[in-house]
């Protein structure tokens, strides 16, 4: 079983629609949780991170982690076409490391 | 300020071939960290250098090394390349200080080099 469960999709969905993105994981250790958004050819970018349980509020994007079902989740408000790209979640248990865990990334497709 | 550039792009070797890829660090991270992303799947860390020493290391073979330089860039070397190499790699880099709010250490990853190994 991996440590970080995301489903790969692909999710279409039509523009202005809320879209959610959702990873489970199994290590109760990590308490830095990530958002990343990688394009096709390029590298991943960071969207949105927390730390432990709550949620983070960034213009149309809102993640949140609850530590107690091991689930976080990515909300993207009035989705649009530039919005079409792999999203990936992370997490490590220290905020001092290179070493993430990945998520398998999911594809979302926002049809205009 | 430059982001993370890494060399070369594309490049495609042959089984039991030898491959050094290469990455400088954004101004100002003194931190590097390398992951293998296969099709479909996400990135998955290698290991990661700090003060030139390797300081972390994922569920890779010793035939996975690297090296950092004084000025923070870094190198990949793969020996004895296998067709499983065939991947994307990334290069990562980190602050010193972690991110201002939340003192996540917050990674800045390059576009990657695709390496196909026939």
């Known amino acids: 079983q991996k440590e970080v469960e995301q489903d790969p999709g692909p999710l279409s969905v039509p523009e202005g629609a809320i879209v959610s993105l959702n990873c489970t994981y199994s290590?109760?250790?990590?308490?830095?949780f990530m958002w990343y958004r990688q394009y096709s050819r390029k590298g991943p970018e960071l969207l949105m991170y927390t730390y432990s349980s709550g949620n983070k509020e960034d213009g149309r994007f809102t993640a949140q982690v609850d530590k107690s079902s091991k689930y976080i989740s990515l909300f993207i408000r009035d989705s649009q076409p530039s919005d079409s790209a792999t999203y990936l979640c992370a997490m490590s248990g220290s905020s001092n490391t290179g070493k993430l865990i990945f998520g398998q990334g999911t594809t979302l497709q926002v049809k205009p | 300020e430059t982001g993370v550039t890494q060399s070369p792009t594309h490049l495609i070797k042959t089984r039991g071939q030898q491959v050094t890829l290469r990455c400088s660090s954004q101004s100002g991270h003194n931190t590097v960290s390398w992951y293998q992303q296969a099709l479909g799947q996400g990135p998955q860390f290698i290991f990661q250098y700090y003060r030139e020493e390797e300081n972390g290391r994922g569920n890779f073979p010793p035939r996975f090394s690297g090296l950092q330089f004084p000025n923070y860039s870094s190198e990949l070397n793969v020996n004895a390349l296998e067709l499983d190499d065939s991947a994307l790699y990334l290069c990562a880099s980190s602050p010193p200080w972690g991110d201002s709010s939340s003192g996540a250490n917050v990674l800045t990853f390059g576009a990657g080099s695709r390496l196909t190994v026939l």
């Open positions: 290590n109760s250790a990590f308490q830095y």
